[in-house]
């Protein structure tokens, strides 16, 4: 009993002590003048597209798509690729943090929200009167928006912090930001964050921006949100030749090169591919992997039977958001290969014209992401 209470304290003073040095070595930048003139500055991710110089590196903006591809345009304009990536003082995100106040429990404490001229930060009520910069926010936000600040830190260089508190679409709630583990706090600053480093950081921004590098506290290069030119490349020489003749020569898509394959390693270069999973979970298949459509979607049968006629678009047009698709449609694209008689493949002799996303892609709702993901590796399921 005495002995568990020695070993209790002592090791309460080395957290004590790693805290105090962790502290000590680590410095957010934005907190520096001239960081917050850079983050000041700029007010909406718009300016900070409009700064970079166009066509620098082939990349044209989708404004110029706009000009001839105009559907495929004002369809991408309502998902979520378009929305998913932001700066923390945009009207849209400040209006879901500002002035609002979030427990998220010991050890960590009361986060209080303020929108100031510095931009958005977040203050812990009763603890040290640090408030912390808050950066961007990553997620369109029909579901979730998840805040990131860059700092400097001694001996890493620059980390990313991912901030503790999301907000959630569902009851307009903030709450605990998915995947952080309640442990407690090894530095002042992971009070307020999760750290990142290295390539997890870059891959933050990878998968939420066109382009993107995090390099000395700021992201240099960026075009925010997953744009055209994200899944088809910089579209500058493409845009020249489509002005100079009718028929311009194939693009992207177009090219001979584009098969089901490709598209699989373009959607799952973010979606995740079976490479972004351990074995043993690819072996053990949990509920949660449903989260990673390519994955179940390339052990489907549908899919290996098919040779190759089986990828993303066959049930989703990549430029439409899945909020404006109906069942009916969805069940449209099943009975294209499993209608009795009419196609070479086996139907369902449970029913044939309903339910199927029902009963073979169920729905596996995940509340700590406020959402759920169909799990897309397509089968009968022993329930039924
Ligand atoms: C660069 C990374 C990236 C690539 C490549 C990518 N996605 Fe996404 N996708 C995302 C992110 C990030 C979100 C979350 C968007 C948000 O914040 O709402 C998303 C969301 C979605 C959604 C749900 C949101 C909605 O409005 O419908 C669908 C469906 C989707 N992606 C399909 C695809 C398909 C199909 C492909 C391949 C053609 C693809 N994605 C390629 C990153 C990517
Ligand atoms: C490998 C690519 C990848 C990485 C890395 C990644 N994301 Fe995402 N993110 C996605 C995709 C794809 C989605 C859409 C559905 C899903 O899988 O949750 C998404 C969805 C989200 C959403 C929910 C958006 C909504 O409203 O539906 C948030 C918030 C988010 N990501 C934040 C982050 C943050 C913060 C990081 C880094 C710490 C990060 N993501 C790293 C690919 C990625
Ligand atoms: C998430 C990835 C993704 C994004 C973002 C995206 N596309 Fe596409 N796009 C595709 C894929 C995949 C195909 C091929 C679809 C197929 O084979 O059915 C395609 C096909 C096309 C086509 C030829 C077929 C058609 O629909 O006319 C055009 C033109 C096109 N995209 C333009 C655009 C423009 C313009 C934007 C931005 C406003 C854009 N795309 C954004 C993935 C994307
Ligand atoms: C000046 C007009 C023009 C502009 C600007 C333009 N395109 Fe195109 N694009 C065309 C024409 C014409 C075609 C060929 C006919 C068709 O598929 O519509 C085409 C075809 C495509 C295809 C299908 C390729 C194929 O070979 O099947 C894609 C993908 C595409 N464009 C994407 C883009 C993207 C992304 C942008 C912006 C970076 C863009 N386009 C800007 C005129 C244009
Ligand atoms: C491109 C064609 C194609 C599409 C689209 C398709 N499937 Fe399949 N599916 C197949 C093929 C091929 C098989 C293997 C059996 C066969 O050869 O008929 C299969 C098998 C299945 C099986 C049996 C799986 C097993 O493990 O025994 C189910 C269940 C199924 N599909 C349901 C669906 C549902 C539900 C949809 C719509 C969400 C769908 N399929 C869309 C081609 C397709
Ligand atoms: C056989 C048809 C089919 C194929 C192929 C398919 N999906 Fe889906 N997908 C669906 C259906 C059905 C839904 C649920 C739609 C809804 O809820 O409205 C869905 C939902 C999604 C969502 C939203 C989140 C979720 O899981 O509910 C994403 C993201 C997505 N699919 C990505 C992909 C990607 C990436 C691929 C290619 C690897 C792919 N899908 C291939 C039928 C398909
Ligand atoms: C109420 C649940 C339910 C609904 C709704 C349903 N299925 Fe099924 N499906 C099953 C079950 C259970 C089996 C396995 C039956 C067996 O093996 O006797 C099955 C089997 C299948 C098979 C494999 C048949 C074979 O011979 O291997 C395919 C393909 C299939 N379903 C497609 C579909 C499609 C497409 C739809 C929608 C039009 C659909 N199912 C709707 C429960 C359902």
């Given at each position: ?30 907190q520096e003048p001239k ?191 997953v744009n055209c030119e ?119 002799p449970v029913s044939t ?32």
């Amino acid at each position: 009993m005495k002995r568990g209470f020695v070993v209790l304290l002592l090791l309460v003073v080395i957290a004590l002590q790693v805290l105090r040095n962790e502290f000590l070595r680590t410095e957010l930048v934005a907190q520096e003048p001239k960081g917050a003139v850079e983050t000041a500055a700029v007010s909406s991710v718009a300016d900070v597209n409009a700064q970079t110089p166009q066509g620098r590196d082939g990349y044209v903006g989708r404004e110029v798509c706009r000009e001839c591809h105009v559907e495929n345009y004002d369809l991408h304009r309502m998902h979520g690729h378009a929305h998913t990536f932001a700066l923390a003082s945009d009207e849209k995100v400040v209006s879901k943090f500002d002035g609002r106040v979030f427990d998220y429990g010991e050890p960590y404490g009361q986060y209080e929200y303020e929108q100031g001229e510095d931009g958005l930060s977040v203050r812990i009520s009763g603890g040290s009167n640090d408030s912390f910069p808050l950066q961007y926010a990553l997620g369109s936000g029909d579901h979730a928006i998840t805040l990131l600040s860059l700092a400097k830190d001694a001996e890493k260089g620059t980390v990313a912090y991912e901030h503790r508190g999301s907000w959630f679409s569902d009851r307009d709630r903030l709450g605990r930001t998915p995947g952080q583990p309640l442990k407690l706090p090894e530095s002042e600053w992971q009070r307020f964050g999760m750290k990142h480093v290295d390539n997890v950081m870059q891959k933050c921004i990878y998968c939420h921006t066109t382009t993107g590098t995090v390099v000395d506290q700021t992201i240099v290069d960026l075009k925010a949100n997953v744009n055209c030119e994200k899944c088809h490349g910089p579209g500058e020489e493409h845009v020249r030749q489509a002005r100079a003749m009718k028929e311009p020569p194939p693009f992207s898509v177009g090219s001979s090169k584009w098969d089901s394959e490709s598209e699989i390693q373009l959607c799952g270069d973010c979606h995740r591919l079976p490479e972004a999973i351990t074995l043993k979970e690819l072996r053990e298949y949990p509920d949660k992997l449903a989260r990673f459509q390519p994955v179940g979607l390339l052990r489907s049968q549908c899919f290996i039977e098919s040779e190759g006629a089986l990828r993303c678009t066959t049930c989703h047009n990549p430029h439409q958001t899945i909020s404006d698709m109906s069942e009916t449609e969805h069940i449209a694209n099943c009975i294209e290969c499993h209608q009795p008689e009419k196609s070479a493949h086996v139907s369902c002799p449970v029913s044939t014209t309903e339910g199927c996303i029902q009963c073979h892609m169920p729905k596996y709702d995940f509340e700590s992401l406020g959402t759920g993901f169909h799990d897309h590796w397509i089968r009968v399921h022993p329930e039924g």
